[in-house]
């Protein structure tokens, strides 16, 4: 079966900071990959998706960025993270038309 | 533009009365239709989907939705709700955008109170 791991379940880090979250896929190939966002325990904003390694798309121009080095790997990242960088990060996964699959998420606080 | 609308921020239902969560939605095409449902500091849960078929689908915990092509909805419905059911709660839509690439569009979420 099918499985999405997702690390670190909380974070708090200072302003100006880097920061790197990892999320894995297993039990499945060439998946399509998701990073959303969600502040204040509501709407999710979508971040990045890719659909292959390699091949990342920005919805929203920010201070993160994506990379997917294998198949099954996705990682968000920031150089210097900013206080309106809190909230909560979800990772998902899906293949073709069917439902996503998500990640326990992480839960980033910015002091 | 392509979206889903679920218009009630908060839903509030007595223990052991049906419950109904709204849904619309605005895609081209014909529409792949999700719920998902989020309890506090976790990731979502997929609950059903509708793709093709019956317009009556059901899920897991009880619920069903039930899609409704011309009124453009996909409302979630439960007989009998539990405490246990209050939650914040998702509906997405798989719409195709520029590039061939298809993805979720969630909703802004609803969420459900059930008081004992």
């Known amino acids: 079966s099918q499985t999405i791991h997702q690390w670190p379940a909380t974070l708090v880090q200072p302003v100006g900071s880097p920061l790197s979250l990892e999320c894995t896929v297993e039990g499945t190939s060439n998946p399509n990959l998701y990073w959303y966002r969600q502040a204040a325990g509501r709407g999710l904003q979508l971040l990045f998706y890719s659909v292959g390694i390699g091949q990342i798309s920005s919805e929203v121009p920010q201070n993160l960025s994506a990379s997917r080095p294998q198949d099954r790997q996705f990682i968000l990242s920031s150089k210097k993270l900013l206080l309106s960088d809190s909230g909560f990060y979800l990772c998902?996964?899906?293949?073709?038309?069917?439902?996503?699959?998500f990640g326990q998420g992480t839960r980033l606080t910015v002091v | 533009a392509q979206s889903v609308a679920q218009p009630e921020d908060q839903v509030n239902v007595a223990e052991g009365n049906p419950l109904t969560v709204k849904c619309t939605y605005s895609?081209?095409?014909?529409?792949?239709l999700f719920w998902y449902v989020q309890y506090p500091n976790r990731g979502l849960q997929f609950l059903l989907k509708y793709i093709t078929g019956d317009n009556l689908v059901k899920g897991s915990y009880g619920f069903e939705a039930e899609f409704n092509k011309s009124q453009t909805s996909f409302h979630l419905k439960k007989p009998s709700a539990l405490v246990s059911d209050s939650a914040l709660y998702f509906c997405a839509v798989r719409a195709r955008f520029s590039g061939g690439y298809n993805k979720l569009i969630f909703g802004a979420g609803t969420r459900l109170a059930v008081h004992p």
């Open positions: 895609v081209s095409g014909n529409p792949y």
């Open positions: 998902a996964w899906d293949r073709g038309q069917s439902e996503a699959f």
